[in-house]
């Protein structure tokens, strides 16, 4: 019951939004076309839109945002920000727990790969591949510049990803006690909307496909050696990314829904007496 509109234009400062009823609109812009201020304030030509939401990593001054990491960082007279990565959505909760909790010396998350290689078959390779997610990560927590480095892999499958986090700790630690703070940041921590977890040994890629967390931490796979630790983060590429958009334009809008079980505002005091 609800009418679409399908709008096309040659240049989005062309289109007129208010001959179709839309008026103080946020513009999320998924193209790619333009990821820095000149580019998307072009946007902001149009008329009745106010505010403009990119879904990836921006370029220059613009706000990196990782809901519940840094989303307080916007403020009311931001009209551009950027919802970062699929990926930098899915590492950067879970960096920030481990940060806070064990602290960080240095990790591996991404490694830059020339393109060439994505011109090979898809559906028969494995492709060495890039992503922004090192420098975009060192946006949201700049206490992360510097420190990461890595590889990522592109594999054939439809939806969900995972990314491996090799970390070097400020302490030693032990996979029982990893495990266990991930569990309990997953459901008692601020970040409890980003970071899921599993303990199943049974699960696959295809068993994640719609979870609304940024991440999903997967207890079995986690490898410690004193102050080494391995973390396997899966995440919905797609639905997740999406419902993180979707908290930063709810944040962008104002608009706060109550929600069970609330939003936590605890601060990070684990262990917990309960």
Known sequence: GNEVNLICADAP????YTDYGIDDAIVIDNTGKWRDEA?????????????????APGK?????????????????????????SCTTNAIVPAL??????????????????????RGR??????????TGAASAVAKVLPSMAGK???????????DVSMAILHLTLKRPTSVEEVNEFMRWASLHSPLNRQIDYTVSPEVVSSDFVGSR????HDAQATIVQGNSAILYLW??????????????LEHVAGVHYAVYPAATTVAWNWPRSD
């Open 13 to 16: 400062e062309s289109i007129v």
């Open 39 to 55: 580019g998307l304030s072009r946007h902001l030509q149009a008329r009745g839109v106010s505010k403009v939401i990119l879904n």
């Open 60 to 84: 220059g001054a613009l706000k990196n945002i990782v809901y519940g990491v840094n989303h307080g960082d916007i403020s009311e007279a931001d009209r551009i920000v950027t919802a970062a």
């Open 96 to 117: 920030k727990a481990v940060d806070d909790q064990f602290g960080i010396v240095s990790g591996l998350i991404d490694n830059f790969h020339k393109a060439n290689r």
């Open 121 to 130: 078959s898809a559906p028969l390779n494995m492709v060495l591949t890039e």
């Open 148 to 158: 990461l480095t890595g590889n990522a892999i592109r594999v054939p499958v439809p």
């Open 213 to 216: 967390a940024a991440c999903i």
């Open 235 to 248: 995440y919905d590429n797609e639905f997740g990314y999406a419902c993180q958009v979707h908290r930063v």
